[in-house]
């Protein structure tokens, strides 16, 4: 059975610096790898995705990286802003057909 | 282009009741799945509907079913509602070949 940790499982930064979350699972037998952002209440919305094949991604200020035979992901945002604050998600593809297993999620606090 | 359509934004059921949430996938996804993420956690694997049948299902108990209609949209009914029922209920969306979900704002429900 497919388990996703996240650690830690709270981080708080001042503005500007680099933050570094990390996510693992059990099984490396995986589809992809989907990095989210929740906001407190809300739904989720995509921040990268990592095929199975891919290294890493990147996307302006956030760069994820894969490491399949470690089971290991680490999304890096890049001087962080009071805006980052929210809970970032891991979720792992387990199948073909679309199944996810999440992480519990890292709460992160920018303070200004 | 309208992403995942949730409905309602939040409600309040008494235990024992029965409940009915809706969502409406993005324009071409033609697979929703459904989730359920408790205050604190991750959000868990409900069940999966394509081509208007339960594809594949999560560990939840029979009191949670759903159906999926021509329109690709889908419903979750929840009977003999339990406070531990109380969480918010995610429809996430893809299109068969493309792993990249896009997720609903979700629906809050609270059972007293």
């Known amino acids: 059975k497919q388990e996703v940790t996240q650690i830690p499982a709270a981080l708080s930064v001042p503005e500007g610096e680099n933050l570094v979350l990390n996510c693992s699972f059990t099984d490396s037998a995986i589809y992809n790898l989907q990095w989210f952002r929740q906001d407190p209440g809300k739904g989720l919305t995509s921040l990268l995705l990592i095929q199975s094949s891919q290294r890493e991604q990147t996307s302006g200020r956030l760069n994820a990286s894969l490491d399949k035979s470690s089971g290991r992901s680490t999304l890096y945002i890049a001087a962080s802003q009071p805006g980052d604050s929210a809970t970032y998600l891991c979720a792992v593809l387990t199948d073909s057909w679309g199944k996810f297993q999440f992480g519990a999620g890292t709460q992160v606090v920018v303070t200004p | ?112």
């Open chain 2, 1 to 112: 282009d309208a992403g995942v359509t949730q409905s309602p934004t939040h409600l309040i059921k008494t235990r024992g009741q029965q409940v009915t949430l809706r969502c409406s996938p993005k324009s071409g996804h033609d697979t929703v799945s459904w989730y359920q993420q408790a205050l604190g956690q991750g959000p868990q694997f409900i069940f999966q509907y394509y081509e208007e049948e339960e594809r594949q299902r999560g560990n939840f108990p029979d009191r949670f079913s759903g159906h999926q209609f021509p329109n690709y949209s889908s419903e979750l009914n929840v009977n003999a509602l339990l406070l531990g029922d109380s969480a918010l209920y995610l429809c996430a969306s893809l299109a068969q070949g493309n792993y990249g979900y896009t997720f609903g704002s979700g629906t809050r429900l609270t059972v007293v």
